[in-house]
């Protein structure tokens, strides 16, 4: 039974484009979600988090888009660079549920090429 | 500076002959996760500890079992290594305040069984 589902495996975009990352889940009690980078050796690295109360949230390069009716969120990487080739988990949780954990989905494989 | 620190990064063991896998941590952080990733998959957890609590997923094998002497160490031991626990071993952790918290990861350690 996954919650958090990232439904393309890998993504391929040229140097310089928006990469864009999707991930579903099923749990309505999810209300605080991230997004982690994770190297081949090396474990995962946090990159960006949004809450249910906003529908996006900016950090550079990277922007969150939350869409809590569809139960959708999307990572968009503008413009895309070829160190942000990694895989690419989503995760979500339940604060107000009181969820001590993320529950991952499988995660996207990002190549960007020159 | 490393701030959780799994060790080994690669440990191989026979089936059914006993290993534990250790993680530290200088962040002082009260929760700390153990998660498994096999091949292409979400990370899944496997327990975690708020304090001294411990917290064991329903899903979690008995074979799969956990220590925390203090705040810094945490430890995994399976009992009885099998062919399908071959996977990365990822510990995690994260301070008490969970709103606009995020989990830190070690670099994970790959188990193989022979």
Redesign the interface.
């Known amino acids: 039974d ?1 919650q ?1 589902k990232q439904n393309s ?1 890998s993504l391929s975009v040229q140097e310089g484009r928006i990469s864009i990352l999707n991930c579903d889940y099923t749990n309505s009690m999810f209300d ?1 979600f ?1 997004w ?1 980078k994770k190297y081949p ?6 990159l960006i ?1 949004i ?1 249910s109360i906003k529908d996006k949230n900016e950090d550079g390069r990277f922007t969150v888009f939350l869409n809590k009716s569809a139960k959708h969120l999307s990572l968009h990487i503008v413009p895309s660079q070829p160190g942000d080739s990694a895989v690419y ?1 989503c995760a979500a ?1 339940s ?1 107000s549920g009181g969820y ?8 996207t494989r990002l190549a960007v090429h020159p | 500076d490393a701030m959780v620190i799994q060790n080994p990064r690669y440990q191989v063991t026979q089936f059914g002959k006993p290993v534990t896998l250790s993680c530290s941590q200088t962040l002082n952080h009260n929760v700390m996760y153990w998660y498994q990733q096999k091949s292409s998959q979400a990370p899944k957890l496997l327990f975690h500890y708020y304090d001294k609590d411990f917290n064991n997923e329903a899903d979690t094998p008995d074979n799969f079992q956990s220590r925390r002497p203090n705040t810094s160490f945490c430890f995994l031991d399976i009992r009885s290594p099998g062919l399908g626990d071959a996977a990365m071993y990822l510990c995690a952790t994260r301070g008490p305040n969970w709103a606009n918290e995020k989990l830190f990861f070690g670099s994970g350690t790959q188990l193989s069984v022979l």
Do not use: D, M, W
């Open positions: 996954q958090v495996p605080y991230l982690y050796a090396e474990g995962p690295t946090f988090s809450s988990f949780s604060i001590n954990k993320l529950i991952f989905g499988a995660g």
